[in-house]
């Protein structure tokens, strides 16, 4: 599977799990980062160490290891 830290820009996905421990776990439901919630990826430094995503009309910045955690299949399957 997918995980955002692999998603190129404007590239859409919808989220099947969050690996992520809390406390960042929780920020991240609580910002609509939930399964099934489509993502879509806006922007992503060159390195590749923060992510833009939208997620319900809602910009979220997100670290690598944020993007890491979050596993999501193609808005198409």
Same mark, same amino acid.
């Given at each position: 599977m997918k995980? *955002? !830290?692999d998603l190129e820009i404007d590239e859409e996905a919808i989220v099947t799990k969050i690996f992520a421990k809390e406390p960042v776990k929780g920020r991240l439901l609580s910002?609509? *980062?939930v399964k099934g919630a489509k993502v879509k990826v806006i922007a992503h430094t060159l390195a590749r160490q923060t992510w833009d995503i939208l997620s319900n009309n809602t910009k979220v910045a997100l670290r690598d290891e944020e993007a !890491? !955690? *979050?596993e999501v299949k193609s808005i198409y399957e």
């Open positions: 995980r *955002i !830290s910002m609509g *980062i !890491s !955690s *979050i």
